[in-house]
């Protein structure tokens, strides 16, 4: 059924493909990379025994706890994931929501068989110092193409590192207005900055929420409330954590609720700002995910996002919109914050995993005056962008954003039917598109629940203490959700 040798099947795709984007124009996609397995198939326990071996030996390397298994990324294909094993897993995880396409898909196979592509590729710039004659035109023509209304661009290695500089932005931003335009540093917060002190240094916050995301380097991670791991053991900046909207689930049957927990989340927003600067530390920035991702898919109103971003404004501080895991469509718009109608576009959007770069689209307001402030040797990678452009033609000539929402649509009312069928086992279905989360009823039946789909060839994912998280690709297809939903209620079904 599945050939262990795929380099034929992809190249044959290619010029099958090619052609099947361009009869199909802007219809809704019905078709597949060629040469996609029809079914999972599983042939050992996961781990098997020869990803059991490599994760040994990589344990004599580095901490490998967290290696699920290894894969072999020529054998996999489309929404297809396959191990050393030989086992062939539908991914409806797809590297933590990081592979817009799937595996091998022909339109990036090719990417580098241009020369000049190619030469991008192995000569990476620094982009800051020395970038190549077509990056205006790169960025001009495919970041700033999906641009969320915000005219400029930075780009960065991944999200950390986007949300982590993105704050230097805000903090900038928000001295210049207090200073007012007065012209050039002082002496004093010349030397002062160099010893980590005021006023050169200084005392400025970030606000974040319970339950948030946004990275794994110190600021971002001062900003991170997911779990404690993540943080045990780390300074961290003493900045306010407000609580992010926990609505009671269905939506449509708690709504006076679910408004009155919005309005007690945003008047302690409002309060801790007021106090932060009483206390000497105004917030010079607000950090928010559209969808919080690894606290458990916790979403708000969009009332929420646009009252959220008022209090902003009223408080001069720079609003952060965090699209890191909810960027590049898999909400069913380019940018999740496009579903909630803002009064306008945020100050600050960050992106990375679908983008396949890191970087924030930001506002005139937030670009630095100086240069060298925001800076790195790489500043991104031109490789990557070439991918994305792909990615987006793809995307556009498909119209798999349409696509999303329908098989969004059509995985969520069965997810919806499973909670009816098994309401001791499940509880609030959530998301947007296919970015989708429900609940277990306890944290090990969540863990037992992924385990024994991945044995029935469903990669899945979790986050949160009790969530089930889909994180599928754009091109997955009604007979993919199908597979899925299918292989979930066999699992409950046989759960005791």
């Keep these: 059924m599945f050939s262990k040798n795929l380099s034929p099947i992809i190249l044959q795709s290619r010029s099958t493909f090619q052609g099947i984007s361009q009869a199909v124009g802007a219809r809704t996609a019905t078709n597949l990379v060629q040469g996609e397995p029809r079914n999972p198939s599983v042939k050992t326990p996961i781990p098997g025994p020869r990803s059991k071996k490599l994760i040994e030996e990589l344990n004599t390397l580095q901490q490998a706890g967290t290696v699920q298994l290894f894969a072999d990324y020529d054998k996999s294909i489309g929404n297809y994931l396959v191990d050393v094993d030989d086992n062939v897993l539908l991914d409806c995880f797809t590297q933590i929501s990081s592979v ?37 035109k790169k960025l001009k023509n495919v970041l700033l193409s999906v641009s969320p209304g915000l005219p400029y661009i930075t780009t960065m290695m991944c999200g950390s590192c986007s949300n982590e500089n993105a704050y230097k932005n805000l903090f900038i931003a928000y001295r210049r207005k207090e200073r007012g335009e007065k012209g050039p540093f002082t002496q004093q917060e010349m030397e002062t900055c160099m010893i980590n002190s005021a006023p050169g240094s200084p005392n400025l916050a970030i606000l974040s929420f319970h339950g948030a995301f946004h990275g794994r380097t110190l600021g971002s991670l001062s900003t991170t409330h997911s779990k404690a791991i993540h943080k045990i053991d780390v300074p961290a900046f003493n900045w306010p954590i407000a609580h992010f909207p926990a609505y009671r689930y269905p939506l449509e049957e708690n709504q006076r609720e679910n408004e009155q927990e919005d309005k007690k989340c945003l008047a302690e927003v409002e309060d801790l700002i007021e106090k932060s600067k009483r206390n000497g530390v105004p917030v010079a920035g607000i950090v928010v995910e559209p969808i919080q991702s690894e606290g458990g898919d916790n979403e708000a109103s969009p009332e929420f996002f646009r009252e959220l971003q008022r209090i902003a404004k009223r408080h001069g501080a720079g609003l952060l919109i965090d699209e890191v895991q909810t960027g590049c469509g898999p909400t069913g718009k380019m940018w999740c914050h496009e579903h909630f109608n803002l009064d306008s576009p945020p100050d600050i959007v960050t992106f990375s995993k679908k983008m396949q770069l890191g970087g924030y689209y930001h506002t005139e307001a937030m670009k630095p005056q100086e240069t060298y402030r925001v800076f790195n040797t790489w500043m991104g990678d031109p490789g990557k962008l070439l991918l994305l452009e792909q990615i987006l033609n793809v995307i556009k000539s498909e119209n798999l954003l349409q696509q999303v929402q329908k098989i969004g649509d059509r995985l969520k009312t069965g997810i919806l039917q499973f909670e009816k069928e098994f309401p001791h086992l499940l509880n609030s279905t959530r998301g947007r598109g296919t970015f989708l989360a429900v609940n277990a009823a306890t944290s090990p039946l969540r863990d037992d629940f992924l385990s024994r789909l991945k044995q029935k060839g469903i990669q899945g994912g979790g986050c949160g203490d009790h969530a089930i998280r889909l994180r599928p690709a754009l091109i997955f297809q009604e007979h993919h959700a199908d597979i899925f939903l299918d292989s979930f209620r066999q699992v409950l079904k046989e759960t005791k």
């Excluded at 090719?110 to 970038?131: C, E, I, M, Q, Y």
């Design 100 to 136: 817009p396409l799937g595996y091998n898909h022909p339109a990036l196979l090719d990417v580098f068989t241009d020369k000049h592509n190619l030469k991008s590729l192995v000569n990476r710039p620094a982009l800051g110092v020395f970038p190549g004659e077509d990056w205006p």
